[in-house]
């Protein structure tokens, strides 16, 4: 293959990784600008970067994708040189502003991370690239190597696709869940206690593809909860299963739109509204609800702690409260410095949803007139 060639079968093939929500963003003309990630960075900065594998030529056998070992397609590879310059022509263009790099594992772990690594060092040094560069971390990846992936990239992640040993092994008999999954991550957290802010400034993510081994949403969240509170995960992303012809998985139906949705509002509450695992609410197996969001349903499950008075809630309870967010809880604490609010237009210029927070909530000892009695 040229090299345009390649640059269009693997960013195709990255399309699996999962790097922001939604981040495959679609665009017309060239077909290498087809998987450039929307990602929201620190502050709400969006950036345009590029999404692509460094090969999809794996030896692994995971049950659900598209590169898998013994799969019937065309593979590829770049040579860590080809893609920085790759990247840095892209780049030079103005097409995009950071970087993306994942890949199959070809040969070994070992050594597909050092070609991941040489790609980034070539960029850094010889090309002067001091942009964004996430760095997908492969499984069983050493720990000096971590160290290095830390110091060349702004982000890193390790993909653990299920919540537990026992859902892995549903998906891949080639994948240690503690060993070469967990591990990496625990180092990262250890390698950025030790050195401090100034490495690795975007944290460490994961990846979970959403009922490929028949998981519960409670056994996902779970399993984030203790990565948010015990390794300082900075995110989860969670991936909709989707079905690959020739995989042992074509026949598994795919996972609803809605599920995905459910999971990220509740990883929201996890992470910015200061919800507990025990605070989500589950059906009978373990899943989240998805005809209601999940922080309404706390509330209704939970009408002792309501109607809250907005003029003396705490941030917490603010937060509690739904159609609050973060944001606007903020400016309506800014506000009562002023004086007293007093109607649902006050709350909507707070940046709330007031209509979804009227049910719960009284305005200056008054319940608005739009609101429903609680059950």
């Known amino acids: 293959m040229d090299l345009h060639e390649k640059v269009q079968s693997l960013t195709q093939d990255a399309r699996f990784d999962v790097c922001a929500p939604g981040s495959a963003t679609g665009f017309s003309g060239q077909d290498h600008r087809r998987w450039i990630a929307a990602t929201v960075l620190a502050g709400g900065r969006v950036e345009h970067h590029l999404k692509i594998l460094l090969s999809n030529a794996c030896e692994r056998d995971c049950a659900y994708c598209a590169n898998r070992n013994g799969r019937s397609f065309r593979r590829t590879s770049?040579?860590?040189e080809e893609l920085a310059r790759a990247f840095h022509q892209m780049w030079?263009?103005?097409?995009?502003?950071?970087?993306?790099?994942?890949?199959a594992v070809r040969g070994s772990?070992?050594?597909?991370?050092?070609?991941?690594?040489?790609?980034?060092?070539?960029l850094r040094t010889k090309h002067q690239f001091r942009g964004y560069v996430h760095l997908k971390l492969m499984p069983g990846t050493d720990r000096a190597t971590v160290e290095r992936a830390l110091e060349l990239a702004d982000r890193v992640s390790v993909?653990?696709?299920?919540?537990?040993?026992?859902?892995?092994?549903?998906?891949?008999?080639?994948?240690?869940f503690y060993h070469e999954l967990l591990t990496p991550l625990r180092w990262v957290n250890e390698i950025r206690e030790r050195r401090g802010p100034g490495i690795l400034r975007s944290g460490s993510t994961t990846q979970f593809v959403v009922g490929a081994s028949s998981e519960s949403d409670e056994e996902i969240l779970s399993t984030v909860s203790q990565l948010y509170g015990q390794l300082g995960l900075a995110r989860a992303y969670y991936s909709a299963f989707r079905p690959v012809v020739d995989t042992p998985l074509q026949d598994h139906?795919?996972?609803?739109a809605i599920r995905e949705r459910r999971l990220y509002q509740s990883d929201f509450l996890l992470r910015h509204y200061g919800f507990r695992l025990q605070d989500l609410t589950f059906d009978e197996g373990g899943n989240l609800p998805t005809e209601t969001d999940p922080k309404t349903l706390a509330a209704l499950q939970h009408p002792g702690r309501f109607p809250v008075e907005i003029n003396r809630a705490s941030r917490e309870e603010l937060l509690r409260v739904p159609g609050i967010g973060p944001r606007s809880a903020e400016h309506i604490l800014q506000m009562r410095c002023q004086g007293a609010l007093?109607?649902?237009?006050?709350?909507a210029r707070a940046g709330a949803s007031a209509s979804r927070a009227a049910p719960f909530i009284l305005l200056d000892g008054r319940q608005p007139p739009t609101q429903p009695r609680l059950i």
């Not at 030079?92 to 890949?103: E, R, Y």
């Not at 007093?342 to 709350?347: E, N």
């Open 78 to 80: 770049f040579e860590p």
């Open 92 to 103: 030079s263009s103005g097409l995009v502003t950071g970087l993306f790099l994942s890949s």
């Open 109 to 122: 772990p070992a050594l597909t991370m050092e070609r991941e690594i040489a790609a980034v060092e070539i």
């Open 159 to 176: 993909n653990l696709e299920a919540p537990n040993p026992g859902r892995l092994a549903r998906l891949t008999g080639k994948k240690d």
């Open 253 to 256: 139906p795919a996972t609803t």
């Open 342 to 347: 007093r109607s649902l237009g006050d709350l």
